[in-house]
């Protein structure tokens, strides 16, 4: 399985979203920072989920960090577009 399919497995479990979109966007910055070669590190994500409406957009971001875990750590980049 691919880092692309991992977020989404994860981030699907831990907020059954209605709109959930990971785009991997690595080949926009291949050689620059933070590229390793692998194809896997930037990735743009859009996620719309009832869970996050009681949260403030700071807490929506680290419930998205947490649900995504160790993953954190092979990613370089993340643009999110949480609601």
């Not at 979109?21 to 620059?32: L, T």
Request: no cysteine.
């Amino acid at each position: 399985m691919g880092v692309k399919d991992d977020i989404e497995e994860r981030l699907t479990a831990a907020f059954a979203p209605s709109v959930l979109e990971v785009v991997n966007e690595s080949h926009k910055h291949a050689g620059h920072s933070g590229d390793d070669g692998s194809g896997a590190s930037h990735f743009r994500i859009t996620i719309r989920a009832a869970a996050f409406q009681p949260m403030t957009r700071i807490a929506r971001h680290r419930a998205v960090q947490a649900a995504l875990g160790d993953l954190n750590q092979r990613i370089h980049a993340i643009a999110l577009d949480i609601g």
